[in-house]
């Protein structure tokens, strides 16, 4: 049995010891957001900036983003102009932005409802240096697959639906692919001109035929889908990927 003595040394070390003491440095800083460059046609840059970090990737401007945001410039007298715009879970919103400044009439651009996701869209909408030619962009909270209300609000007739979908490089989540498609047939315009535009980047290409399965489910809901472009990187995204190792 201890003595009083030594009941009254361990009663006072653990008055002066704090259980939920954190030293300095044992969590990693947060990081700091980054910026991206993309180069218009014109020759006129447009830079975004991006999350320092965010587990649905959003601290990243990939392949296909830049990619659509190309065809959407090159393409923007039939494609853009005058037209409701929707693009789902869209990062920094690269495409969206160049639509806004390419003459869409309407433009929401969504990303999962994170609110450093959402505050970074509205910061890039804000801070973008053709700020004159977007007054028609709108950043939004959205899950896939849930009421639309919340997009569809923007519209000047919020039964007509989009005239353009974006969907850029959306299809590696491959458990979604059932709510993505709900929203795209939800939001889009019934009319033969309307298009969802769904570019993805093969970055798991092992998975490949699971990334594609998102087709052939928007061809059993009688969508049509055209195949449009195909590109090769000039480099890999994710250099340091070693691939599937066996």
């Not at 996701?117 to 697959?145: C, D, M, R």
Request: charged content about 25%; aromatic content about 10%; proline content about 5%.
């Amino acid at each position: 049995m201890p003595s009083s003595d030594q009941s009254t040394e361990v009663d006072a070390l653990a008055d002066n010891l704090d259980l939920f003491y954190e030293p300095e440095g044992f969590y990693a800083a947060e990081k700091a957001p980054t910026s991206a460059t993309h180069w218009l046609r014109s020759g006129e840059r447009v830079t975004v900036r991006l999350v320092g970090h965010n587990p649905l990737w959003g601290h990243l401007l990939w392949n296909a983003g830049r990619t659509v945001a190309d065809y959407l410039e090159e393409h923007a007298d039939e494609t853009v102009q005058g037209k409701d715009v929707l693009e789902l879970g869209a990062g920094a919103g690269l495409p969206s932005l160049v639509c806004s400044i390419k003459g869409a009439r309407k433009v929401v651009v969504t990303d999962y409802p994170d609110a450093d996701l959402i505050e970074n869209l509205k910061q890039n909408i804000s801070s973008s240096t053709f700020q004159e030619n977007t007054p028609n962009i709108h950043a939004v909270g959205y899950l896939w697959g849930n009421p639309t209300e919340v997009i569809t609000s923007y519209l000047d007739d919020p039964s007509a639906g989009f005239d353009l979908l974006i969907l850029a490089d959306l299809l590696f989540n491959h458990s979604e692919h059932l709510k993505l498609l709900s929203t795209v047939t939800q939001t889009l315009k019934k009319s033969p001109e309307a298009r969802a535009l769904v570019f993805f980047t093969p970055y798991r290409p092992w998975l490949l035929e699971k990334d594609l399965f998102f087709f052939e489910l928007a061809e059993s809901s009688n969508f049509t889908v055209t195949k449009i472009l195909e590109k090769y990187m000039d480099k890999v995204m994710f250099e340091e990927d070693p691939g599937v190792i066996s």
